[in-house]
């Protein structure tokens, strides 16, 4: 569900680790996220398929690459800004992440903070799909 201008976000992805970019698996992408890619980096299709995608289960991901925090993440995601390098070419799935107004990755970071009584604490998720589903 796409967000209408009058909705109102409560979260701020800039204060936040990137929980989304490095905590699933997988990013599944379309031919239509790898195009944008593409013409992003100014690379051909094929190219940009070999560079920034791999097969997973029959399906094309983005790749990953090691991240401080997570172990590992999207290699789009910036391991120090915790920003993505690639934000106006990003695929659909991460343009309508998280399709609400709230982020449930926002609301664990900022009750666990507060718990804690630490604004640099970063609880380490890891969403994992058992028997296939997807």
Do not use: W
């Not at 379309?30 to 097969?55: E, M, N, P, Q, S």
Request: proline share 5%.
């Amino acid at each position: 569900m796409p967000k209408t201008k009058a909705q109102r976000n409560y979260y701020n992805c800039s204060k936040f680790p990137a929980y989304c970019c490095s905590i699933y698996e997988r990013v599944q992408v379309t031919k239509r996220d790898i195009k944008r890619l593409a013409k992003h980096f100014g690379v051909d299709l094929r190219t940009a398929v070999r560079r920034f995608t791999k097969t997973y289960d029959s399906e094309r991901i983005l790749r990953q690459k090691a991240d401080p925090i997570f172990g590992k993440a999207c290699e789009f995601l910036n391991p120090v800004t915790r920003q993505c390098t690639v934000y106006d070419a990003r695929p659909l799935v991460c343009r309508e992440f998280p399709a609400r107004a709230r982020c449930a990755y926002y609301d664990l970071l900022t009750f666990e903070r507060g718990q804690q009584g630490d604004e640099t604490v970063v609880p380490l998720v890891q969403i994992t799909f058992r028997n296939g589903n997807k």
